[in-house]
């Protein structure tokens, strides 16, 4: 098991759980706000027989219909959008009531939740943005082309395809990308085409609309910004449930984490198996041992001479020759002297 170590900060943990909520109720209500009018066009006017998309139905003969139009081209859609099968009898709605707020249809109230959240959202996103900012902790999270040939085999990872993270950092790949897709691209726009449908907020930055090439066009790009947020969400869903669920959820309520047990790759002193490699012995040229300083062996006299080699030589006896410990002669000797 790895080490326990304290991740995320009181700021970030709140800040959390702060966006968890707001975009949760930002989506549902925004919802049911499309439900008023489940037409999409792209400049300034609304027509909705313009509509780059609609969700609608259909009465064919007392059939209610759902339906799903993009370009021209029709979806059937019946029991998910467009139409809606209560305990009155069908009804035309664009989404169904499980997943807006308020469930029942209530453009004025969808539109108060909408806009509250809407606020605590940019606030805390800001605080956020600044407090990191001023820490250094921003810039570990901000993807870079050194982290983007890293994507493939973090992919693969997270797929259990591959036994080793690439992750070198506190955030791996497919995490800075998406956290800096958030806060570069989502966030900022997603909070300007919002400012730009608003009446007020055009008579005082009449350049807002304009920006986004009108009014309808604004609210198309927050439509399709809005289904990149839930993407994100169950990307990072899908993230956390893939690497330790409890883990990563006890490291963003209590800010603790149990870092994972070091790879191969992470360790400079085991290297990998699959990088292992087999080296052949290489000759080597044999060295004169140095003489021995034990005492020679003594022989004993013998009938039959026994030719022996210089004292002086430096030659060690052959190997594999024993001696007799209790004697002290060689075996060598004692063939000798049975001849």
Do not use: C
């Amino acid at each position: 098991m790895g080490a326990v170590v304290y991740r995320h900060n009181r700021i970030t943990r709140l800040s959390h759980w702060v966006n968890t909520i707001a975009l949760t109720i930002l989506f549902m209500s925004g919802l049911q706000i499309f439900n008023a009018f489940p037409h999409l066009h792209w400049g300034s006017k609304a027509e909705p027989e313009e509509a780059l998309f609609s969700i609608s139905a259909i009465n064919a003969g007392g059939n209610v219909q759902g339906y799903a139009e993009l370009f021209g081209y029709r979806i059937p859609t019946t029991g998910v959008l467009g139409a809606q099968f209560t305990e009155s009898g069908p009804e035309e709605r664009a989404f169904p009531s499980w997943i807006t707020i308020p469930g029942y249809f209530w453009l004025a109230g969808g539109r108060r939740w909408h806009f509250f959240f809407g606020w605590l959202f940019a606030i805390n996103g800001l605080l956020y943005f600044v407090y990191n900012l001023l820490n250094g902790h921003m810039r570990k999270f901000l993807f870079t082309l050194r982290d983007a040939a890293k994507v493939p085999s973090m992919i693969l990872y997270y797929l259990h395809l591959r036994r080793e993270s690439p992750q070198d950092g506190e955030y791996n790949p497919l995490q800075k990308m998406a956290y800096s897709s958030v806060f570069v691209i989502l966030t900022p726009l997603v909070l300007l085409s919002g400012m730009a449908m608003s009446p007020q907020l055009d008579v005082a930055f009449n350049w807002l609309p304009t920006m986004f090439g009108g009014r309808q066009s604004a609210r198309t790009v927050h439509f399709i910004l809005a289904f990149g947020f839930a993407s994100f969400t169950f990307g990072h869903v899908f993230m956390v449930l893939t690497t330790g669920v409890l883990n990563n959820m006890r490291s963003m309520v209590t800010g603790w984490y149990r870092e994972k047990v070091p790879s191969y790759k992470e360790s400079p002193l085991v290297a990998p198996p699959s990088k292992l490699k087999l080296v052949e012995p290489q000759p080597t040229e044999e060295k004169p041992q140095p003489p021995s300083e034990a005492p020679a062996p003594t022989v004993p006299q013998q009938q039959t001479p026994i030719t022996a080699k210089p004292e002086t030589t430096d030659e060690r006896p052959p190997t594999g020759i024993s001696t007799d410990t209790s004697t002290g002669e060689s075996k060598e000797a004692k063939k000798h002297v049975a001849e």
